[in-house]
């Protein structure tokens, strides 16, 4: 069983940026692949990023490639969504998520552990 605990989120201006934390609970956070999915308002929820379990292996949504930066301390049983250059669109509700295994993904249904989400507004 894993617990995840997102922060970070607030009310930024267009072209600003925040950094989005979770961490997670358990002694194996290492075994799992993590992801952050975000969820517009009306909107079914989007792949974002995630990351392996060591960090070499990173995929990106195109909408936030060269923008948005996933990293993990497994040390500290964290990971990190660093989020420039927002925009309106950015809006919403951002989760994070972990999953079994080695091989990343972008499919929300192949994680198996959720947060219970942070609010990112971004005005215009």
């Known amino acids: 069983q894993v617990q995840l605990v997102e922060s970070g989120g607030g009310l930024v201006q267009a072209g600003g940026c925040l950094r989005l934390s979770c961490a997670a609970s358990g002694r194996t956070f290492g075994n799992y692949v993590m992801g952050w999915f975000h969820q517009a308002p009306g909107k079914e929820r989007e792949f974002v990023a995630t990351i392996n379990w060591d960090g070499g292996n990173t995929r990106y949504a195109d909408s936030v490639k060269g923008r948005f930066t996933i990293s993990r301390d497994n040390a500290k049983n964290t990971v990190t969504l660093q989020m420039n250059s927002l925009k309106p669109d950015d809006t919403g509700v951002y989760y994070c998520?972990?999953?079994?295994?080695?091989?990343?993904?972008?499919?929300?249904?192949?994680?198996?552990?959720w947060g219970q989400g942070t609010q990112v507004t971004v005005s215009s």
């Open positions: 998520a972990a999953r079994r295994g080695l091989t990343v993904s972008s499919t929300s249904g192949e994680y198996d552990y």
